[in-house]
T-cell receptor, first 109, second 117 residues
Framework: GQNIDQPTEMTATEGAIVQINCTYQ??????LFWYQQHAGEAPTFLSYNVLDGLEEKGRFSSFLSRSKGYSYLLLKELQMKDSASYLC??????????WGAGTKLIIKP | GAVVSQHPSRVICKSGTSVKIECRSL??????MFWYRQFPKQSLMLMAT?????????EQGVEKDKFLINHASLTLSTLTVTSAHPEDSSFYIC?????????????FGDGTRLSIL
């Protein structure tokens, strides 16, 4: 079956760096997405990786290893507003998104 | 950037009422739109995939007669929750993918918070 695994919850300190891991098992693979979702709001797109390696976008970076079925989202210089859930989603061979359950990130001052 | 408008943002109504939620892609054409439901502190759950000009594809366990989906144009999909009951209270979110760009991100509407009394 198809499956996405990511930690349920993580805690980090304002100004620090945090890495949120995601492993996936899908029927075929057409890329991996990271979304941010604040409580009570809809998800917003953060990043897309389809090739191995690191994609950097400001304070946020996303990494992909296709051979390992692994991705991570790296958040630098954490701000209180980064407190949110981070959703990992893989695109399978039918271009259907398989969603992880999300990682709730708690930022402490 | 791509914008998806979802309306209404919040609905409170009595049990037995039918509620229609609209999802519009404002600056792109979307042959495929997706309807999700999210209960408090739980993950997104895909309910159905809406295809322009054809019947929607429902996920297992989602009643098609309960959740009517119409995708009549390349910019509009509607979800009607028929004879809603308190257990249907949830956060409903639509998303749209631009036509011909299957590997591009889905763009989400702001969601509809449905409360059935």
């Amino acid at each position: 079956g198809q499956n996405i695994d990511q930690p349920t919850e993580m805690t980090a300190t304002e100004g620090a760096i945090v890495q949120i891991n995601c492993t996936y098992q899908t029927s075929g693979f057409n890329g991996l997405f990271w979304y941010q979702q604040h409580a009570g709001e809809a998800p917003t797109f953060l990043s897309y990786n389809v090739l191995d390696g690191l994609e950097e976008k400001g304070r946020f970076s996303s990494f992909l290893s296709r051979s390992k079925g692994y991705s991570y989202l790296l958040l630098k210089e954490l701000q209180m507003k980064d407190s949110a859930s981070y959703l990992c989603a893989a695109l399978d061979s039918n271009y259907q998104l398989i969603w992880g359950a999300g990682t709730k990130l708690i930022i402490k001052p | 950037g791509a914008v998806v408008s979802q309306h209404p943002s919040r609905v409170i109504c009595k049990s037995g009422t039918s509620v229609k939620i609209e999802c519009r892609s404002l600056d792109f054409q979307a042959t495929t739109m997706f309807w999700y439901r999210q209960f408090p502190k739980q993950s997104l759950m895909l309910m159905a995939t809406s295809n322009e000009g054809s019947k929607a594809t429902y996920e297992q366990g989602v009643e098609k007669d309960k959740f009517l989906i119409n995708h009549a144009s390349l910019t509009l999909s509607t979800l009607t929750v028929t004879s809603a009951h308190p257990e249907d209270s949830s956060f409903y979110i639509c998303s749209a993918r631009e036509a011909g760009k299957d590997n591009q991100p889905q763009h989400f509407g702001d969601g509809t918070r449905l409360s059935i009394l």
